[in-house]
């Protein structure tokens, strides 16, 4: 699955190596401080991002779900089951930001 870094990132990532490197510290020590595996992390992150409306981090989390495992539906269905959490719109606008991900020809993933 090819891995789009938008050209924006790499520039403050560039600019800025060390708090960069403690962000992504940061979320790799969340990520192993209990005992959700990583597709289960990335559908939270995935929600998460749908909630704060970051198209950019639902693009990454959408990426990384199904290279951790999750199905399309399981993308999907991560979406929509914080509707009655962020509303409609927000869940609506988070399930076109995953679609240009979900919508990539090499995805590579089953559908189920």
């Keep these: 699955m090819s ?6 990132y790499l520039k403050v ?3 800025y190596p060390q708090y960069f490197s403690a962000v992504e510290a940061l979320g790799e020590a969340a990520r192993q401080a209990g005992p959700l595996d990583p597709k289960t992390v990335h559908l939270v992150q995935l929600a998460a991002a749908a909630a704060v409306r970051s198209e950019g981090s639902v693009h990454s989390h959408a990426r990384r ?3 951790a495992g999750a199905t399309l539906e399981e993308v999907r269905h991560a979406l929509l089951c914080v509707t009655s959490t962020i509303g409609f719109p ?8 995953a679609e240009d991900v979900l919508g990539e020809p090499d995805k590579g993933k089953p559908t189920k």
């Design 13 to 15: 990532k560039k600019q």
């Design 65 to 67: 779900a199904l290279e």
């Design 3 to 8: 891995r789009r870094i938008p050209g924006f």
């Design 90 to 97: 927000s869940v609506t606008a988070a399930l076109s930001w």
